[in-house]
């Protein structure tokens, strides 16, 4: 696995470093961002629910229109200008009194990481040409944003910043020196002002119509996102309104898990699966997503363990999954389309955008039970839909070729 690291290039290390420093800073705060919605500007579960979808939402518009983008003009050049963007986001959702300044503070956010993550993903695999390496350096960038995941909240914890808005200064100040970081080692190329046809939306959208497979997966991956994102949205509300102990640090410590559940098998289980087809893994994926849920539907108030088994459950789920998911959009995009096709995926984001919404409403109207077997039904659906994508139609188009 080591030897195919040597195909790294700076931009290659920059991107997995920078995004473990900005999910570990991001996830001091960020989980706990329903507290502060709710304790600082008063929202209730379903205006919160309002709140991050929306912001999301908008992040899914840009993604998309940014990708296509970052094929014509550079992907440094995008990324650059999110990094910036986010730096102002994070300080201006530091210092907002009003929620209408905190809510223009996370849709900049939200704007800037489609910029910097999105783009981020299709530079890696346009500087990486061996297919091993690639795969590889996907993995280890996922590897990093759950070390990160891991430890910034129980580090907020201990430090005493859940829950505060001066912990986004902190973030700021970290997508600052990033930006910094990037000018020195990104080589900003000139691109031609002539855009190819097979950039052009017109011919994208072309392609994307006979491409049924990607369509369809991307839909599941939609619906995946809208059940999985309930672990930073909905769980956290869920303890709260059911009365566990100690909510934050029990918060913390499941998100702790969540982490060191990916870090400890996500390698282990790369070199287990090695021999399974892309699509199962996401199948599989998908029944541990169901078993998760099951559990926590049947949960007895300040049942801690049983929630803990949950999230180890989910947790094995999410490390087979997401990072298959950026190995198989990389397979199914042309080679001249990496950007667009990466800023598509973005749409499976709406996932993410109606998960808070959907988690809100169903814990204000409904009972846990009915909540936690919705998005047991809701996995079931998606597994169906990677089946069936897994044999629908696909365009003539060019496939990736390894380079020996």
Known sequence: ???????????????????????????????????????????????????????????????????????????????????????LAMFLMAISNEIYLFFIGAIFQAISRSLVETTGKALLTDVIKKQESKELALHIRYFAINLGAAFGPIIGVSISFTGEQNTFYIVSLVYLLSFFIACSIFEIKKYKTAISSTKSFNALFSILKQDHSFLIFIFANAITFTCFIQIDAGLLQYLRIYNFDDVVKLYANLLLINGLTIVILQFPLIKLLKRVPALFKAILSGFLFIISFVILANTQNNDSDSVMLAIVILSIGEVILFPTINILIDKMAPNNLKGSYFGIAEFAVLGVAAGPLLGGYLLEHYSSFTYWITMAFLSFIAMILFYIAKNSKRPEIVPYKEDN
């Open 1 to 87: 696995m080591i030897k195919n690291s040597h195909n790294f290039t700076k931009s290659v290390y920059f991107i997995i470093l920078q995004s473990f420093l900005a999910r570990f800073t991001m996830f001091m705060v960020w989980p706990f961002l329903a507290l502060i919605l709710h304790n600082r500007f008063f929202l209730n579960e379903f205006e919160i629910g309002i709140f991050l979808s929306t912001s999301i939402l908008l992040g899914i518009i840009v993604g998309f229109f940014s990708g296509n983008l970052s094929d014509k003009i550079g992907r440094e050049k995008i990324i650059l200008t999110g990094l910036l963007l986010n730096t």
